[in-house]
């Protein structure tokens, strides 16, 4: 972080962070690569707040050793380090205009005159807010002020720029703007970014990789395709979007990946049985089923009855139970689940194969 | 909206009998006051005349401009750094901080301008002190001028300074705070380019607080003064009761009420009044 213009490599290990008897944060070991789009995502007080606040150097980690670029920063403090960063709520200077907030972290940095005005002024153009120079953060739209953070964060160049929330406070339109804005932003810059939310669809719509953190732990790392659709566990299966759960009995390994039964018929899928044997549970994304009259020879398919549908426009939705009780919702287009429903009773649901992934009967 | 009435109704209520008294304790007899300035010893703008050329009365003007002018400033300074003590400090230093401040409203404002006199005067404890150790081998004079008197009205009048800046220490937002540290600015840089322009308001309210009271102190002046440092108050004071002079003294009384006045209304420009609590 100490270089300013280059992207960093930080490398978290074993942090962990106790407030008192409750541990925020537990053993996370974690490389965020140079240039990075790195998320921690995790619904509130599962620690991920707590991360990147260990990261800006606001809060001293209990245990464990922090990196960057091979250099341990863990005792450095925050005005030293310079991340840049962007609050939740912004936490804009009011006393100052959008200029000189911007100018700011150049001026504690003692650069010349001419040097801040010329690096005020590109910042500005670049996140689009000319003509509001002389403006005070209160005489802003909260789109603007967004605007004013990232600019004031992205000046100096730091070498990572840590985001906590930063578009919670935004309507939907505006915040799919910003979304894209600030991924032009990490193109253009190439700095590492660490961006916290609690929203599973802008992590996978804007990562490179994203951290699942639950109850303080860092559960799974990976890709946003990697995460959705081969989750490690129920919670990320959960967490990242809706999710159908069969119980399966006598897993074991098969041909190119594992074998099961579901509700008595023979079930395959092309992961590999390494972690669960016997009882497991079988998960299947709802947009990766399908109704159909008859499952074929060889395909994986199961009955059950449709019992309700909810109308969403573009297609609907469909709550289904098996034979077993087993209760699966799945998206078909709207004349698909109008006969479905008017038939009243069996219908069968299939998938392929390889949309179908095992998780650990029972617990996390 | 007839809920929202009859509660208008009832502070109404509740709030007349402070108005009553205060239009019959105050108000009334102060319109005798502003019409003895016009009428006494004769008929006309005599008095209002005289205030602009007698050399004593503008003196006395100027004093109590200057000495309340300091004791703003320093009062304060000295606020200042309590309250950020008491907002922003560790529990132990918050409890130590809010004990400084509220203990002096427990004492009376006459104890405390002696025990003033007691800790200054030329056989006072820090004259002796002095002089026992050897720093000093004559007293200092450090009361019955007006270095005493800024000491004692400071020493008031810090209590009431802390308020408007505690208001307004409180409403600020820590995350600012911790944004400029991550921007790469020391602890010192944040606090004076960010920290004290965000309790602009409370420095002004607490300025003007601590600047109309100073204007119109009397008890702690007339003690720690000993006549020889003598504020406008203590001049209406002279004037009414030990020489005959009830209209100059009136005219000096009405000049300080419009000037405290307008000094009021510049304050409840910049802030609202429930920041001042």
């Given at each position: 972080m100490q270089q300013p213009g280059r992207a960093a490599e930080i490398k978290a290990i074993g942090i962990g962070k106790s407030f008192g008897s409750f541990r925020?944060?537990?053993?996370l070991t974690l490389d965020i690569g140079r240039g990075e789009f790195l998320t921690l995502l995790g619904?509130?007080?599962?620690?991920k707040t707590t991360f990147l606040m260990i990261l800006a150097g606001f809060i001293q980690p209990t245990d464990g050793r922090l990196y960057s670029d091979g250099v341990d920063?863990?005792?450095?403090?925050a005005e030293q380090r310079a991340a840049g960063m962007v609050f939740q709520g912004y936490a804009?200077?009011?006393?100052?205009?959008v200029e000189a907030n911007i100018a700011f972290p150049l001026k504690v940095r003692k650069k010349p005159a001419a040097e801040i005005k010329r690096r005020v002024g590109e910042m500005i153009e670049r996140v689009g807010?000319?003509?509001?120079?002389?403006?005070?953060?209160?005489?802003?739209?909260g789109g603007q002020q967004q605007r004013v953070a990232l600019a004031r964060a992205l000046v100096f160049e730091p070498g990572v720029l840590l985001l906590d929330e930063?578009?919670?406070?935004?309507d939907k339109g505006l915040r799919g703007q910003m979304q894209a804005e600030m991924k032009r932003l990490h193109q253009e810059t190439g700095t590492t970014f660490v961006f916290v939310t609690h929203d599973q669809s802008e992590a996978l719509a804007l990562s490179s990789r994203v951290a699942i953190f639950n109850h303080g732990k860092l559960l799974q790392v990976g890709a946003p395709d990697e995460v959705y659709d081969r989750p490690d566990n129920r919670f990320v299966a959960e967490f990242l979007g809706e999710i159908n759960m069969l119980p399966l009995k006598g897993v074991r390994p098969a041909n190119n990946g594992s074998t099961g039964l579901c509700e008595d018929r023979a079930i395959s899928m092309r992961c590999k049985a390494e972690k669960v044997r016997g009882d497991a549970i079988l998960a299947i994304r709802p947009e990766y089923m399908s109704i159909a009259r008859e499952a074929a020879t060889g395909e994986n398919g199961i009955a059950a009855t449709a019992v309700a549908s909810t109308y969403l426009g573009a297609a609907t939705r469909l709550d289904l139970t098996t034979r077993q009780g087993a209760k699966v919702t799945i998206s078909v287009p709207n004349e698909v689940a109008a006969s479905a429903l008017s038939k009243g009773n069996s219908v069968w649901l299939t998938w392929p194969a390889e949309k179908g992934f095992l998780l650990p009967n029972g617990g996390q | 909206m007839r809920a929202y009435l009859s509660d208008r109704m009832g502070a109404a209520l509740l709030m007349a009998p402070l108005l009553l008294f205060l239009v019959l304790a105050y108000a009334w007899p102060f319109l005798g006051v502003v019409k003895w300035s016009f009428?006494?010893?004769?008929?006309?703008l005599g008095q209002y005349n005289a205030l602009l050329t007698d050399q004593l009365v503008q003196s006395v003007f100027i004093r109590t401009l200057r000495i309340a002018a300091i004791v703003t400033i320093v009062s304060v300074v000295a606020a200042y750094a309590i309250t950020v003590v008491w907002v922003r400090g560790t529990p132990v230093q918050r409890v130590v901080a809010e004990f400084c401040i509220l203990?002096?409203?427990?004492?009376?404002v006459l104890t405390r301008a002696f025990g003033w006199v007691a800790l200054l005067s030329n056989r006072g404890l820090i004259n002796t002190w002095l002089q026992a150790v050897g720093f000093i081998s004559e007293p200092l004079?450090?009361?019955?001028?007006e270095f005493g008197v800024i000491v004692g009205m400071t020493h008031f009048l810090i209590p009431f300074a802390v308020f408007p800046l505690a208001s307004s220490m409180r409403s600020l937002d820590d995350r600012v705070l911790l944004a400029a540290r991550g921007l790469g600015s020391s602890r010192m840089r944040t606090f004076w380019s960010v920290f004290v322009p965000m309790t602009r308001s409370g420095i002004i309210g607490s300025a003007l607080i601590v600047f109309v009271f100073s204007l119109g102190f009397f008890v702690t002046p007339a003690i720690l003064g000993?006549?020889?440092?003598?504020?406008i108050a203590e001049l209406i004071y002279l004037r009414i009761?030990?020489?005959?002079?009830w209209g100059l003294g009136a005219a000096i009384s009405v000049v300080l009420v419009l000037f405290v006045g307008a000094l009021m209304a510049l304050l409840f420009r910049y802030i609202r009044p429930k920041q001042l609590v």
């Amino acid at each position: 972080m100490q270089q300013p213009g280059r992207a960093a490599e930080i490398k978290a290990i074993g942090i962990g962070k106790s407030f008192g008897s409750f541990r925020a944060l537990d053993d996370l070991t974690l490389d965020i690569g140079r240039g990075e789009f790195l998320t921690l995502l995790g619904p509130s007080g599962s620690g991920k707040t707590t991360f990147l606040m260990i990261l800006a150097g606001f809060i001293q980690p209990t245990d464990g050793r922090l990196y960057s670029d091979g250099v341990d920063i863990t005792e450095r403090p925050a005005e030293q380090r310079a991340a840049g960063m962007v609050f939740q709520g912004y936490a804009l200077f009011p006393h100052m205009s959008v200029e000189a907030n911007i100018a700011f972290p150049l001026k504690v940095r003692k650069k010349p005159a001419a040097e801040i005005k010329r690096r005020v002024g590109e910042m500005i153009e670049r996140v689009g807010l000319k003509g509001h120079e002389k403006k005070l953060p209160s005489q802003l739209s909260g789109g603007q002020q967004q605007r004013v953070a990232l600019a004031r964060a992205l000046v100096f160049e730091p070498g990572v720029l840590l985001l906590d929330e930063p578009f919670s406070a935004l309507d939907k339109g505006l915040r799919g703007q910003m979304q894209a804005e600030m991924k032009r932003l990490h193109q253009e810059t190439g700095t590492t970014f660490v961006f916290v939310t609690h929203d599973q669809s802008e992590a996978l719509a804007l990562s490179s990789r994203v951290a699942i953190f639950n109850h303080g732990k860092l559960l799974q790392v990976g890709a946003p395709d990697e995460v959705y659709d081969r989750p490690d566990n129920r919670f990320v299966a959960e967490f990242l979007g809706e999710i159908n759960m069969l119980p399966l009995k006598g897993v074991r390994p098969a041909n190119n990946g594992s074998t099961g039964l579901c509700e008595d018929r023979a079930i395959s899928m092309r992961c590999k049985a390494e972690k669960v044997r016997g009882d497991a549970i079988l998960a299947i994304r709802p947009e990766y089923m399908s109704i159909a009259r008859e499952a074929a020879t060889g395909e994986n398919g199961i009955a059950a009855t449709a019992v309700a549908s909810t109308y969403l426009g573009a297609a609907t939705r469909l709550d289904l139970t098996t034979r077993q009780g087993a209760k699966v919702t799945i998206s078909v287009p709207n004349e698909v689940a109008a006969s479905a429903l008017s038939k009243g009773n069996s219908v069968w649901l299939t998938w392929p194969a390889e949309k179908g992934f095992l998780l650990p009967n029972g617990g996390q | 909206m007839r809920a929202y009435l009859s509660d208008r109704m009832g502070a109404a209520l509740l709030m007349a009998p402070l108005l009553l008294f205060l239009v019959l304790a105050y108000a009334w007899p102060f319109l005798g006051v502003v019409k003895w300035s016009f009428t006494l010893p004769t008929p006309g703008l005599g008095q209002y005349n005289a205030l602009l050329t007698d050399q004593l009365v503008q003196s006395v003007f100027i004093r109590t401009l200057r000495i309340a002018a300091i004791v703003t400033i320093v009062s304060v300074v000295a606020a200042y750094a309590i309250t950020v003590v008491w907002v922003r400090g560790t529990p132990v230093q918050r409890v130590v901080a809010e004990f400084c401040i509220l203990v002096p409203f427990w004492i009376s404002v006459l104890t405390r301008a002696f025990g003033w006199v007691a800790l200054l005067s030329n056989r006072g404890l820090i004259n002796t002190w002095l002089q026992a150790v050897g720093f000093i081998s004559e007293p200092l004079a450090l009361v019955r001028n007006e270095f005493g008197v800024i000491v004692g009205m400071t020493h008031f009048l810090i209590p009431f300074a802390v308020f408007p800046l505690a208001s307004s220490m409180r409403s600020l937002d820590d995350r600012v705070l911790l944004a400029a540290r991550g921007l790469g600015s020391s602890r010192m840089r944040t606090f004076w380019s960010v920290f004290v322009p965000m309790t602009r308001s409370g420095i002004i309210g607490s300025a003007l607080i601590v600047f109309v009271f100073s204007l119109g102190f009397f008890v702690t002046p007339a003690i720690l003064g000993g006549g020889r440092s003598v504020m406008i108050a203590e001049l209406i004071y002279l004037r009414i009761f030990q020489s005959p002079d009830w209209g100059l003294g009136a005219a000096i009384s009405v000049v300080l009420v419009l000037f405290v006045g307008a000094l009021m209304a510049l304050l409840f420009r910049y802030i609202r009044p429930k920041q001042l609590v």
